[in-house]
């Protein structure tokens, strides 16, 4: 079982930056990909970035790809999302959410396992 907790959310401006951050609980945490989805009013969960369990393979949505950074720290049991230039469309709730090993590809929503709370996003013009 793992508990994802997302902080780091709040209210910029346009051309803003924001770090978001995830800490998760349990011991096996290297052994999960994770990934960010966001969900703003009236549309559907998509997803903004992934990385994998083993450092090195990332995935950007297009909307988002070379505005945003995802990272982990395994030793911390952490996954940040590192977003800057924001815009008003970034306004959404963001969800960290992680798939176990052997549960399928990042790349679909309905393969992760566990998912947090979420964190709003607010990016005024």
């Known amino acids: 079982q793992v508990q994802l907790v997302e902080s780091g959310g709040g209210l910029v401006q346009a051309g803003d930056s924001l770090r978001l951050s995830c800490a998760a609980s349990g011991r096996t945490f290297s052994t999960y990909a994770m990934g960010w989805f966001r969900q703003a009013p009236g549309k559907e969960r998509d997803l903004v970035a992934a990385i994998a369990w083993s450092i090195g393979s990332t995935y950007y949505a297009d909307s988002v790809k070379g505005r945003v950074t995802i990272s982990r720290d395994n030793a911390k049991n952490a996954v940040y999302l590192q977003m800057n230039s924001l815009k008003p469309e970034d306004t959404a709730v963001y969800y960290c959410?992680?798939?176990?090993?052997?549960?399928?590809?990042?790349?679909?929503?309905?393969?992760?396992?566990?998912w947090g709370q979420g964190t709003q996003v607010t990016v005024s013009s």
């Open positions: 959410a992680a798939i176990k090993r052997g549960s399928g590809s990042y790349y679909y929503e309905r393969n992760y396992d566990y």
